[in-house]
């Protein structure tokens, strides 16, 4: 899994930074976190539920990260 490791690890470098302004309006407000959602879908072997808690994180981190563009756009 070495290569899957360095993989990740350098999508990480180049997108922690702008990841981090999911949370300039402070942390969300997710019960259960999503990634506990995720990781319990793949625990019990649901590929929709899996699919279902991997879209929700994805939209609602995209709003985030949408509004932060928009806005610097605007600067």
Do not use: F, N
């Amino acid at each position: 899994m070495r290569i899957t490791y360095d993989i990740v690890e350098g999508l990480w470098m180049r997108c922690g930074p702008i990841l981090s302004h999911l949370y300039d309006g402070g942390l969300p407000d997710w019960e259960p976190h999503p990634h506990k959602r995720i990781v319990a879908a793949l625990k019990a072997r649901k590929a929709a539920a899996t699919d279902d808690a991997i879209k929700k994180i994805t939209v609602r981190g995209g709003q985030a990260l949408l509004a932060y563009v928009k806005a610097d756009m605007t600067d």
